[in-house]
């Protein structure tokens, strides 16, 4: 497969916002007056994750914004680990559409990024409209969680994101963006979501398991590490679950752009369609 094209990242509107005493790094592109999307990037990525899909949404009339989570590249990245609780991370989401103004959202995660927009949902179902995942969410690196991981892939942040970001094919250029970025940041942040096991645990006692609003998951049929089937149980918890799959690996949004887009497209006219009879 050839590499994707290159994506400049300055060629994208970068801001910061300030959401329980963090600075967010967030890149924002569209029309102000839009239909707001968020879009939430897994690990190891960025948002740099969504270039190829956020000017095409943006073009489409969407007001988008597609964030550095917490501990990301340009993002704070505090050392209190419960900070990075899906319960605390959710807060500061709403943090930030309370500084932007926008009182509902729809909101489209990748991989981790899959986990913290289902949560959202539950902790803040008032505040979402619709949600999108791209691959479904697992804990599955369990490696992660061992401390000595985060000097291990400090030590190593090219060989990291070369062998993790290469199966998408990624561009030189664009490999040399994440490679400084993390340098720069630290793998400690993003690492320390695996370490929340109990804080999550603990945090969830009680809350609701499904998710009423509409949902929408696209499946990478070629992802070596969350397997299509890994989401089947998923509509017991979200009963107005659908889903594509995609022939693709695990980062799908470089790997197949175009599809990709084509098939948020659908989606999220689809979403939009299903609210409005919702709201008959």
Not at 10 to 29: I, L, P, Q, T
Not at 84 to 93: D, F, H, R
Not at 166 to 181: P, T
Request: some cysteine; glycine content about 8%; hydrophobic content about 35%.
């Amino acid at each position: 497969m050839t590499p994707a094209l290159h994506v400049d990242p300055a060629s994208f509107n970068h801001k910061f916002v300030d959401s329980c005493g963090f600075k967010y790094h967030y890149v924002e592109e569209g029309d102000p007056k839009g239909e707001p999307l968020l879009l939430i990037h897994g690990f190891p990525d960025l948002w740099y994750g969504w270039r190829f899909q956020i000017k095409y949404l943006a073009s489409l009339g969407y007001r988008v914004i597609a964030i550095d989570c917490l501990g990301y590249g340009q993002t704070d990245s505090p050392e209190d680990l419960y900070k990075y609780g899906m319960k605390s991370v959710c807060a500061q989401l709403v943090g930030i559409l309370d500084t932007l103004n926008i009182p509902r959202i729809t909101v489209i995660g990748h991989d981790w990024g899959g986990a913290l927009v289902w949560r959202f949902g539950l902790y803040y179902p008032n505040r979402v409209h619709e949600i999108v995942k791209l691959v479904p969410e697992f804990e599955y690196q369990l490696g992660f969680a061992n401390p000595k991981s985060t000097a291990e892939m400090d030590a190593n942040v090219d060989g990291v994101l070369g062998n993790v970001l290469g199966m998408g094919k990624i561009h030189d250029k664009d490999l040399e963006y994440m490679v400084n970025q993390y340098k720069h940041s630290g793998f400690q942040g993003p690492l320390n979501y695996y370490r929340t096991t109990k804080i999550n645990f603990e945090d969830e006692r009680g809350l609701r398991k499904d998710i009423e609003r509409p949902c929408w998951i696209i499946l990478a049929k070629d992802d070596p590490f969350l397997k299509p089937h890994m989401a089947r149980k998923m509509k017991t918890y979200m009963p107005q679950l659908k889903s594509t799959m995609i022939e693709a690996g695990h980062f799908v949004m470089v790997e197949k752009p175009d599809e990709t887009n084509s098939v948020l497209k659908q989606c999220l006219e689809d979403l939009v369609v299903r609210r409005g009879r919702a709201s008959l």
